[in-house]
């Protein structure tokens, strides 16, 4: 492998990662649009998951175009298709991990179409953009003088495109390093209920118990220990997940728990209805309670929409999650 071959390689790897860090990026700047949008019916599903990978599109469309600008080759055509194919094998794992986690229901078929397309398109836009902005450089390239056309180009001691591997691998490094913070602050914040270091015993026991689908003893113990008073919220969430996890495994009287888990979470919000970690966890528990029910689950929906909208606007990328139910929009108040 040449020098100019790893450096080429360098560089379609390094925009390939780099747009993924900005796509992820975009999606927190578009996290107020996505709180007013609603879609419905199976074309709005499917109109959801393209708004969705938008991000993604619009990077492999600057990707491109980038690529064809500070490749060392005389026909980019080739690490086009190198790009395309990380984006593609980029929309596969996306559409695999959207599809294999976190469905309570079964997605259905206008899920399947939506993240499907959505997996293609980065590939697709960048091939056509490519080829496209190939076309344009070269034709640019034709009203140049011919003998310092052949002098300049596909050279590769150009120090103009050196200069932007250089700047690119910086740009690849800071923004993994900006990424990585903003997960560890999201982990870090306050909305994530954690096993209070007192409890530590008595929460760990009802985990196992609920694991080991021993859902009565786990909801035995949870009452024993919210009775003592102390961290009262936090066994009665234990209760309501327990029983949103006994819904899931005996289908035949799901809404029997799901109601459990409703009227437990609200327990929950009334024994601490200040601290942020427990309201976000019941407007959770509000919004899984609905998915089980078949019939009023909008009430509950509400119920979700009323407390998460009680929370302090740091709290808007949480929210803005929650805003899909059965992969429809809900459109907060």
Known sequence: MTKQTARNAIVVFGLWSLSRMVAFLIRMLLIAIHNRQTFTGDVGLVAMWLWEGFPDDL???LAAISLVWVIDAKKP????GGLAALYLYGGVMDAWRQLSHGWRIPPRTPDYIGIIIQAMIPMLVCLTV???WTKQVDRGKHNLDNTKELQTRGQPQNPMRRIW???LALAVVGCAVFAAKVVDAIGDDPWAIVNPRDCMDQGTRIAE???QARFDE???LAIQSAAKGQHADFFYQMVATTYLARAMEDKDQSEKWAKLAGEYADKALASNPKDI?????VGVNYILVGD????GGCVYYRKALSVLEGLSPRETLIKSSLSTVNTDKVQPA
């Not at 970690?277 to 966890?281: L, M």
């Open 59 to 61: 990077v492999a469309l």
């Open 77 to 80: 055509f080739a690490w086009l």
């Open 130 to 132: 490519g080829v496209w």
């Open 165 to 167: 591997v250089v700047l």
């Open 209 to 211: 118990l609920r694991n």
């Open 218 to 220: 786990a909801v035995e």
């Open 277 to 281: 970690a427990n309201v976000f966890n």
């Open 292 to 295: 089980d029910l078949s019939t």
